[in-house]
């Protein structure tokens, strides 16, 4: 559960965020934002679902999940492969983040 929620709130935040992107930088219509305000919406809410103890440890890992989301957001939707250097940091990052998720904690 934990790891599709954390796709899930990554699809939902890199769409949220595209759609001010597109608006701004792409000429896209104003309305563009109300479906995105509601994918931002919902990427606060899917992060809710994650099993921690704490949030902040919660919010640290999905960063790593976050960053594979828009390289792979880059590839599929933007259409720009990904170079070496791209799949090597989301790699560390992923690495990263399964530290800090599944790290042995006192209890």
């Not at 899930?8 to 992107?21: R, Y």
């Not at 999940?65 to 957001?73: G, Q, T």
Request: glycine letters at 10%.
């Amino acid at each position: 559960m934990t790891a599709l929620a954390y796709f899930a709130a990554a699809l939902a935040e890199i769409a949220g965020c595209f759609t001010f992107w597109a608006w701004l930088r792409l000429g896209k219509s104003v309305w563009w934002l109300l479906p995105g305000m509601a994918a931002l919406a919902l990427f606060a809410y899917l992060l809710t679902l994650v099993e921690a103890d704490h949030a902040g440890r919660t919010y640290a890992a999905y960063g790593g999940v976050y960053i594979l989301s828009a390289i792979l957001w880059l590839w599929i939707v933007e259409g720009a492969r990904p170079d070496l250097w791209d799949a090597l940091g989301a790699a560390v990052c992923l690495a990263g983040a399964a530290i800090i998720l599944f790290g042995p904690r006192p209890v």
